[in-house]
């Protein structure tokens, strides 16, 4: 790479893929526990060779830069897109690393490792750069924090609510700049139209100020244009939300005893999702899974466990008087919990199965992440496809022909409905304020994002 960049405090990392050694000597006994750590997201995110997923086959395997910068200030970046620039290197960007695409990682490149950036501040009032008028409450966060302590800080902490991401351990940069769905979207938004302000370094190495007032262009682009494709984001301001009563939850299986009986399932949960969860109270998944089973993992706001059960009553009325057609294999599970606590990792704990944690020797008791995320953690993936699907398919006319896709495709593998991700239904201020973003404008009238998908445990070529 020649002469390394100046001005980066020694920060200057050599890296090299940990599956080197495993891959010359699988006997290893520290080989074992490395393909164990493989599980686990704060292990993957702390060593800069590592992406969240391993590859994607027939599409790019997870390669280490030739260098990282360990940034810890803006400094750090600019001394790292200069030496980039000036010797014509491919740079690459990772925060979070949960890129799908691959584009957390390159081989023969540098990287900007952000990582370390991860500190946040909340702001009782914030007014973005060159503008005018009204303070908002806000926060503002580091290029490397992660959901799961913005969560934490924001709404533990300081009693507001940020609109960001369901994973824990995706990085707030990338999301925002990708768009960014979560779980309360159809309430909130999307998480990049939160955004009031961002520094960003660009390709000349210039510091600059992006907000409606400063900058217009760039900030209007980093709202859902794509990580990394219009500068490195070193810190970004979020506006915040008063926080609901309540956040909770509702899960549930049901087994449909023949293809007759779950083309019927369908149609019923599509119809019960059209007049009673098409709105800005409820998000998640809608699972339609091989062998005839139906997985429900909804998320509401701004409802209480018994608001929540009332509306659910008559869908379990209706399997009950099915009789023998349908058996409920796991649930109904109704969870309502005061909202400050949704992300409080010492709350969490206590309730079984909810999450986990990192289990390093030494690591942050904070340090939590979904159960229902644990085989995302290295996950190889063989496919992958979403498509937006148009409010228009919930109206009288339509809804027979959405029930006989959604069973068609079952036949041959596991799709998923992600309410949350698609903003037909949810409230007005959210809608608009998610036109003025760089987001494909189709999810405005889409009611759910469906998505596909086929992956594997940890692997790697060898």
């Known amino acids: 790479m020649g002469q390394a960049p100046s001005g980066v405090g020694g920060r200057l990392v050599k890296l090299a893929s940990p599956f080197n050694a495993c891959i010359r000597s699988p006997d290893r006994a520290d080989c074992a526990q490395f393909w164990k750590s493989l599980h686990n997201p704060f292990f993957l995110g702390d060593d800069p060779a590592l992406t969240q997923t391993l590859g994607w086959v027939g599409a ?32 690459t960007i990772k925060g979070g ?4 695409q691959g584009t957390s990682n390159a081989a023969d490149s540098l990287l900007i490792w952000t990582r370390h950036m991860d500190d946040v501040t909340v702001h009782d009032s914030f007014l973005p750069s060159g503008c005018q008028g009204e303070a908002l409450p806000a926060v503002s966060v580091g290029a490397g924090v992660l959901w799961g302590k913005a969560y934490d800080e924001v709404t533990t902490r300081a009693g507001r609510y940020v609109q960001g991401g369901g994973c824990l351990t995706v990085g707030v940069a990338g999301l925002i700049q990708s768009g960014g769905f979560g779980s309360f979207s159809k309430a909130y938004g999307l998480a990049a139209a939160s955004l009031l302000e961002a520094e960003v370094v660009t390709a000349d190495g210039q510091v600059r100020i992006a907000s409606a007032c400063t900058n217009p262009d ?7 244009g794509g990580g990394g494709a219009f500068g490195v984001v070193t810190r970004l301001t979020l506006r915040t939300h008063a926080l609901p009563e309540f956040f909770g939850v509702v899960s549930m299986t049901v087994q449909a005893n023949s293809d007759e009986s779950y083309r019927r399932l369908i149609s019923r949960v599509m119809d019960f999702y059209t007049d009673a ?10 699972i339609f899974r091989t062998g005839n089973m139906l997985v429900i993992n909804m998320l509401f706001q701004g409802l209480d466990q018994q608001q929540a059960e009332a509306i659910w009553q008559p869908f379990l009325d209706w399997l009950q008087a099915a009789g ?10 109704f969870i309502a919990a005061p909202a ?7 709350f969490l ?12 020797p030494g690591s942050s008791a904070d340090n939590i992440f979904w159960a229902g995320n644990l085989k995302e953690a290295g996950q190889v993936l063989h496919g992958y496809q979403s498509a937006w699907l148009p409010a228009s398919l919930l109206a009288d006319g339509h809804r027979a022909e959405l029930t006989e896709m959604l069973f068609a495709a079952s036949r041959q593998r596991s799709v998923s409905l ?13 809608i608009e304020q998610a036109r003025d973003t760089a987001i494909n404008p189709a999810m405005l009238e889409a009611f759910a994002l469906l998505i596909s998908a086929a992956e594997g445990p940890p692997a790697y070529p060898a």
């Open 418 to 430: 992600h309410t949350n991700k698609g903003l037909a239904g949810a409230a007005p201020t959210a």
């Open 349 to 360: 704990e206590k309730v079984p199965g909810a999450v986990l944690f990192d289990d390093r």
């Open 97 to 100: 690393g949960h890129s799908y």
């Open 60 to 91: 790019w395997t997870s390669q280490p830069s030739a260098y990282a910068v360990a940034a810890r200030s803006t400094a750090d970046v600019v001394a790292a897109v200069n030496f980039a620039r000036d010797n014509k290197l491919r740079l």
């Open 277 to 286: 969860l098409f709105n800005p109270h409820w998000g998640e998944q809608i």
């Open 324 to 333: 023998k057609d349908f058996l409920l294999q796991a649930g109904p599970i």
């Open 340 to 346: 400050r606590h949704f992300w409080d990792p010492r």
């Open 218 to 224: 760039l900030y209007w682009a980093i709202k859902g």
